[in-house]
Structures are given as structure tokens and as C-alpha cells.
């Protein structure tokens, strides 16, 4: 078992920045690919970015593409979202995720992570 725990969520306004950061405990956090996602009100949970067991390889959705930026820092089993000039539009409750198997560029759907966090909200205001 891997527990993730969410943090650094909150109201923020349009241009600003936040860090996220999913402290995880359990399972050696090396072995794990790492991902974030969010959900909107009334939406479905879509694919943010993921990074690789060492951090050398991430992905990002293209919505954040060149605003959000995933680290790791396997030291301190802990996974980063630094996200920056957030919209309106970023508003969502923010999960991470850890995968075993992980397929790179593919890995954005839901059922290939194995565990997940409780989440963090996020808002941003115009």
C-alpha cells in the first residue's frame, strides 16, 4: 500500500501561483511513476502531468503545458505541481497519483495508477 496525502491548495487569483506537494508513505517511492490530476465541478477527473520513477521524463496535458511544472524528490517521497499564471479554468480539486507500471506519454489515464490521494482544492479567481 502506498498513502498519498495532498497539501498546499487554496484560493489564489488569476495570474498567481501555487505548489502543490503529495507527500507519500508505504511502498519505496522510487518504484512509483508519479501523476497529478484534477476534477472540476461537475466534470470528470482529467490528466494534469506525470513524471517518471526517477524524474528525468514528464508529460503534460497541453492545457498547462509551459505553466505547470511536476518534480520529484524521491529523499523526501514527495511529488511537486508548481503551477503558475493559474486561470480561472484551473479551478479543480487536485489528486496525485502513483503507478508501478508506467507507459510515459500514455500514462494519463485513470485505471493505470494504483493509488491516489484524498485531494486538494483549488481555486482561482478572476
Known amino acids: 500500500q502506498v498513502q498519498l496525502v495532498e497539501s498546499g491548495g487554496g484560493l489564489v487569483q488569476a495570474g498567481g501561483s501555487l505548489r502543490l506537494s503529495c507527500a507519500a508513505s508505504?511502498?519505496?517511492?522510487?518504484?512509483?511513476?508519479m501523476g497529478w490530476f484534477r476534477q472540476a465541478p461537475g466534470k470528470g477527473r482529467e490528466f494534469v502531468a506525470t513524471i517518471s520513477w526517477s524524474g528525468s521524463t514528464t508529460y503534460y496535458a497541453s492545457s498547462v503545458k509551459g505553466r505547470f511544472t511536476i518534480s520529484r524528490d524521491n529523499a523526501k517521497n514527495t511529488v511537486y505541481l508548481q503551477m503558475n499564471s493559474l486561470k480561472p479554468e484551473d479551478t479543480a480539486v487536485y489528486y496525485c497519483?502513483?503507478?508501478?507500471?508506467?507507459?510515459?506519454?500514455?500514462?494519463?489515464?485513470?485505471?493505470?495508477?494504483?493509488?491516489w490521494g484524498q485531494g486538494t482544492q483549488v481555486t482561482v479567481s478572476s
Open positions: 497519483a502513483a503507478a508501478a507500471s508506467w507507459y510515459g506519454s500514455s500514462s494519463r489515464r485513470e485505471y493505470e495508477y494504483d493509488y
Open positions: 508505504g511502498r519505496t517511492f522510487s518504484n512509483y511513476a
